[in-house]
């Protein structure tokens, strides 16, 4: 498929004639046309709105909430130590965060570990991960878990007081 060339069209404006060809200052009309359609597809990624577009929606908050594994501990050093658990969904607004309380007395857990997550409303499941930086090395803490929506109100579970030993 070859492109029409010497196509010509002319029109009078008062007192010459003007020439319209299918090249303006060396460049083809449809080379012209190619670079103005990229310039427009260019210039609607810088303004579309993608973050507006990724937001979940608040789902029905689960009737409860129950601990189905763990907690336990993934690894336990003085400078990381992380805590898995994993519950039934939740439910609720999609951010939600991981709460550990622990301490050295296990009648005292003042001190609060949480990380964030984001809820997949399409698992049944959802599993959570704290990190714990700043242990004292060859400690025992003592720690239990809960969980809870990004606006502070709990998802009503809380796990019994466990313990782990810092190496």
Not at 15 to 28: A, M, Q, T
Not at 66 to 85: C, D, F, H, M
Not at 90 to 114: C, I, R
Request: charged residues 20%; aromatic residues 10%.
């Amino acid at each position: 498929m070859g492109v029409a060339r010497g196509l010509h069209a002319y029109f009078v404006v008062l007192p010459r004639k003007y020439e319209f060809s299918d090249s303006v200052g060396g460049l083809s009309v449809n080379r012209l046309l190619l670079k103005l359609a990229m310039s427009m597809v260019v210039a609607s990624l810088f303004y579309s709105m993608p973050a507006a577009a990724q937001v979940a929606p608040t789902t029905k908050k689960a009737a409860s909430v129950k601990i189905t594994q763990g907690p336990e501990i993934e690894q336990a050093n003085s400078y990381l130590t992380i805590v898995r658990w994993t519950t039934n969904n939740p439910g609720g607004s999609p951010e939600h965060y991981g709460v550990v309380h622990y301490g050295t007395n296990p009648k005292d857990l003042s001190q609060t570990a949480k990380s964030p997550i984001r809820l997949n409303f399409s698992h049944s499941e959802t599993v959570f991960r704290v990190r714990i930086q700043g242990l004292q090395a060859g400690t025992t803490y003592y720690y239990k878990v809960d969980s809870m929506e990004a606006n502070g109100k709990g998802d009503g579970v809380t796990s019994e007081v466990k313990s782990f030993k810092t190496k």
